[in-house]
């Protein structure tokens, strides 16, 4: 199985802050990689697919790199309504798919 | 509009059954893949089951191979998730997720989800 590290699992930050989430695949997924938010007793929210893809409705402060191994989330000017966990997920190898533990940003 | 409407979870005993439901509508159901997703108390998300496209090819997590079934209606736009032998580790909140048109897919729209609690 692939296993998704995610750092940190917490940050803590202010509005108009530039955050940045780590995603790490222990092989190559090329760029199957999707990014998650969810909001508390919500259910996940699609940002991101492909890597850097941006799903169709999600605002433009919110981008995402990498390839192969290293992924990252970055929300360029956190909003108040950006505070959320965020999961990444690959869909390289399906059966299983896997999620990363999440990352919890929360207010500084 | 793409809905998704889980239901079915409860609290069940040890060893016993529960059949979750997921009722789609706003987009061509028999088109895509669809996968159960879970999520217990304060965890991460876990893939459970997935499910291509015309019903014909499943998928299962180890933690649940054996124990669950998952199906697909497509006259009925529904997906069924049929668990059997439930175990504590199971108590969770269950999501159906729309995939792609492969089954090798990220989740495009999730359900609200439902409650499974499994305890004496």
């Known amino acids: 199985d692939i296993q998704m590290t995610q750092s940190p699992s917490t940050l803590s930050a202010s509005v108009g802050d530039r955050v940045t989430i780590t995603c790490r695949a222990s092989?190559?997924?090329?760029?199957?990689l999707a990014w998650y938010q969810q909001k508390l007793g919500k259910a996940p929210k699609l940002l991101i697919y492909?890597?850097?893809s941006l799903e169709s409705g999600v605002p433009s402060r919110f981008s995402g790199r990498g390839s192969g191994t290293e992924f990252t989330l970055t929300i360029s000017s956190l909003q108040p309504d950006d505070f959320a966990t965020y999961y990444c997920?690959?869909?390289?190898?399906?059966?299983?798919?896997?999620f990363g533990q999440g990352t919890k940003v929360e207010i500084k | 509009e793409v809905q998704l409407l889980d239901s079915g979870g409860g609290l069940v005993q040890p060893g016993g059954s529960l059949r979750l439901s997921c009722a789609a509508s706003g987009f061509t159901f028999n088109n895509y893949a669809m996968s159960w997703v879970r999520q217990a108390p304060g965890r991460g998300l876990e893939w459970v089951s997935a499910i291509s496209a015309s019903g014909g090819t499943t998928y299962y997590a180890d933690s649940v191979k054996g124990r669950f079934t998952i199906s697909k209606d497509n006259p009925k736009n529904t997906l069924y998730l049929q668990m059997n032998s439930l175990e504590g580790e199971d108590t969770a909140v269950y999501y159906c997720?729309?995939?792609?048109?492969?089954?090798?897919?990220?989740?495009?729209?999730w359900g609200q989800g439902t409650l499974v609690i499994v305890s004496s």
């Open positions: 092989q190559s997924i090329s760029s199957w």
């Open positions: 997920q690959q869909y390289n190898s399906y059966s299983p798919w896997t």
């Open positions: 997720a729309k995939g792609g048109l492969s089954v090798a897919d990220y989740f495009t729209y």
């Open positions: 492909k890597a850097s």
